[in-house]
């Protein structure tokens, strides 16, 4: 499954940042997936609840931001929000653009419970 390996890797680079840091315990976990990533979100956190089993994120919240289509115009450097295809330059008309984002499969952030408290 598409989604499995993609969320394996994500759990590669958290566990990674979990016993780089000595944290205890991931609240949640920020996702940032773009509208081409080519994933089924609500899939997502299904798998994320079978991955976390037995790990620092089990009990985690897994919140996933969807994020757009982004590119440049090859044309007129324009950059601008991709609504469909083919991408077209809403300044100058042309269709030689190039993505810039909505390919992203990525942690953006993590709420943990560290094992060190700092002073409040
Ligand atoms: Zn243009």
Redesign the pocket.
Known sequence: MHEMSLMSEVFEIINQTVETNNIRQVKKVNLQVGRLANVAPDSLSFIFGILAQGTKCQGACLMVEEMPVTAN??????EFHGEGFPLI??????RE?YITGGTEFRVASLEVDEEVKSNN
Do not use: F
């Open positions: 115009c090859l044309t007129c450097d324009q330059c809403p300044a100058c008309g042309s653009t």
